[in-house]
Nanobody, 114 residues
């Protein structure tokens, strides 16, 4: 069983940056992949970025502003978000795919507003 916990969210103004963190109870290298999803108010959950042992994939519209990374020793995955916009407001979820299934964090709120 894999437990995931997000942190680093909050309120920010447009143009500011924020880094989300996800702590995994399982060694990241034992997982097939990890990812960040987000769900904006009134919209469906959407994949933001994914990382595995071979590289990363980021939603095309976010590539210039969002970057996913990981620290295996700390069992953490990060999402660096730069130049935040109002439309980035959402609940962000950490996701992991492992040999035994798929796991989700509780989600963390990011609000971008003036």
């Amino acid at each position: 069983q894999v437990q995931l916990a997000e942190s680093g969210g909050g309120f920010v103004q447009p143009g500011e940056s924020l880094r989300l963190s996800c702590t995994s109870s399982e060694n990241i290298f034992n997982l097939l992949s990890m990812a960040w999803y987000r769900q904006a108010p009134g919209k469906e959950r959407d994949l933001v970025a994914e990382i595995n042992n071979y590289g990363t994939t980021t939603k095309a519209s976010l590539k210039e502003r969002f970057t996913i990374s990981r620290d295996g020793a700390k069992r953490m995955v990060y999402l660096q978000m730069n130049n935040l916009k109002a439309e980035d407001t959402a609940v962000y979820y950490c996701n992991a795919k492992g040999p035994s299934g798929e796991y989700w964090g509780q989600g963390i709120e990011v609000t971008v507003s003036s």
